[in-house]
């Protein structure tokens, strides 16, 4: 059953809930500095590419990303891009939405869009690339995800070209990475600063203790990045400064968990927004004699630790008591372990008595050692000691996947970890959209927020692979069905 109204935009005639809603998500953006996603005059961004029409689906179950238990025979109303209204079916009356079409959506599930709080869509820019992720990403029920550095000329025309509708595509936020001098060898900055050179751009700057931070982190923001990386080779004291100056201009920092000479103490202790890669927390652990031949330049490399030690809690009772987002990404340990597994398959590891490799000159001092599985028990300690957990993989999915690889990282927290599917879809919505700062705008299905929303066919409360049964996807009130999917080929990587 299904009934049209004239359609057309209602923004004159918005209930007055709704109305106070943007009211308040106004003031709030006029508070802050601006992020994408919210216009700098203060006012609600246009959206360009939703549909204006106002949509009642109605009859659905809702796993709402607030960590609520599934709610059912709610109706939520759609307009102009925002969530209008969300109720339970017989609360709400259709009177007051007279031009809205309604669709009798009796059967389906709802959770918010899914967000992948850890990708690189752009380490080298490659359009074509990029596309076909983003593509697999929002018709597999991603509707935003956090590029955590790469070539932002390119992430900036990208993050464009999704905000304005042009490629089927999520909301980009990237980030701009600050690090040590020393890192800027790797072979990646390189990539990402073509024809530049790395250190020395806006996206990837060098700092020390003699950077005017302000400007540094001002340079960031006008790259439209949405968050300041913390990356390696910087000193505790130096991290707890830039937090401090990032907190100022009103931009999160998204932070390695170990930046090296920076312990998972000092970034936790420091405020930052998110710490990325749960296995670093180990790092925490390694002996203070260790440490110090490290910081005198004796030592470097892997090192054993003992991952009882309390001090490994103490960070996490520090994250919890700060409401600091663990972005475990689960998945690239899995991927590099299984790589290397098909590395020593064919033989082209290194031999048994093999020298041990140079130390990285990327990463001063030394790092502790953790195995994948060791990830995941570290992630349950997270996860109990009430550190909210994100979703981010860090990696790609397998060769051909019809699914992106947040998938998997799902189902390494379902199956793995441990967590209850609640916290699983937590994890992939609101706790991404904390990590993005976005809390007000995104990761819930909350009155107010944007039509970020994906249907689905199997109850999402009752095991991760019913995520897979996605029938349609919003992104700010736009349609995507899963029906008109087509993988296609992926383009080949250039040289
Ligand atoms: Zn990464």
Not at 461 to 489: C, H, I, M, P, W
Request: glycine share 8%; charged share 25%; with cysteine.
């Amino acid at each position: 059953m299904s009934r049209t109204g004239a359609g057309g935009r209602l923004a004159a005639e918005a209930p007055p809930a709704a109305t106070a809603a943007l009211a308040v998500l106004a003031a709030l953006s006029t508070l802050s500095a601006p992020v994408a996603g919210q216009s700098r005059s203060g006012e609600p961004p246009r959206n360009p590419n939703a549909d204006s029409e106002t949509t009642i689906y109605e009859g659905v179950s809702v796993l709402d990303g607030t960590g609520a238990p599934l709610l059912p025979d709610m109706s939520i109303v759609v307009r102009d891009g925002r969530i209008a209204a969300v109720d339970r079916t017989d609360g709400l009356s259709p009177e007051d939405w007279p031009e809205a079409e309604i669709e009798d959506a009796r059967g389906l599930y709802v959770i918010p869009g899914l967000i992948e709080s850890h990708t690189h869509l752009a380490t080298r820019a490659d359009r074509a690339a990029a596309e076909f992720e983003l593509n697999r990403f929002i018709y597999g029920g991603v509707t935003t995800v956090r590029d955590m550095a790469g070539d932002v000329r390119a992430l900036a025309e990208l993050q464009r070209a999704a905000l304005v509708g042009e490629i089927p595509a999520p909301d980009i936020h990237y980030a701009a990475l600050v690090a040590g001098e020393s890192f800027f060898v790797d072979p990646r900055t390189r990539s990402s600063s073509m024809g530049e050179v790395p250190g020395r751009v806006p996206w990837l700057q060098i700092v020390d203790d003699e950077t005017d931070l302000t400007e540094t982190i001002a340079l960031a923001r006008g790259t439209w990045a949405t968050g300041l990386k913390t990356y390696a080779s910087i000193e505790g004291p130096l991290l707890a400064r830039i937090a401090a100056e990032a907190r100022r201009q009103g931009i999160p920092v998204w932070s390695h968990t170990h930046v090296g000479p920076a312990l998972p103490m000092d970034v936790a202790g420091a405020g930052v927004t998110s710490m990325s890669h749960v296995c670093s927390l180990a790092s925490a652990a390694i002996p203070d004699d260790v440490m110090a031949e490290a910081l005198a330049g004796r030592r470097s490399g892997m090192v054993d630790v003992d991952l009882d030690d309390p001090r490994i809690d103490a960070v996490l009772e520090e994250m919890r008591r700060q409401g600091t987002v663990l972005d475990a990404t689960l998945k690239v340990g899995f991927f590099r372990e299984e790589r290397m597994a098909v590395l020593a398959r064919d033989s082209l590891g290194p031999p048994p008595d093999a020298p041990p490799p140079p130390p990285d000159p990327r990463r001063r001092g030394v790092r502790a050692q953790c195995s994948p599985e060791q990830g995941v028990e570290l992630t349950r300690r997270a996860w109990r000691a009430g550190v909210p957990i994100a979703a981010g993989t860090d990696a790609p999915p397998a060769p051909g996947s019809e699914w992106p690889a947040l998938y998997d990282e799902l189902a390494y927290f379902s199956k793995r970890v441990g967590m209850p599917m609640v916290d699983v879809v937590r994890a992939a919505t609101s706790h991404g959209a904390l990590a993005l700062g976005l809390a007000e705008e995104i990761g819930t299905v909350e009155e107010g927020k944007y039509a970020n929303l994906v249907f689905l066919e199997d109850d999402p409360s009752a095991g991760v692979e019913n995520l897979k049964s996605v029938l349609f996807t919003l992104k700010r009130g736009r349609r995507f069905d899963r029906q008109d999917f087509e993988l296609g080929t992926p383009p080949s990587r250039r040289p």
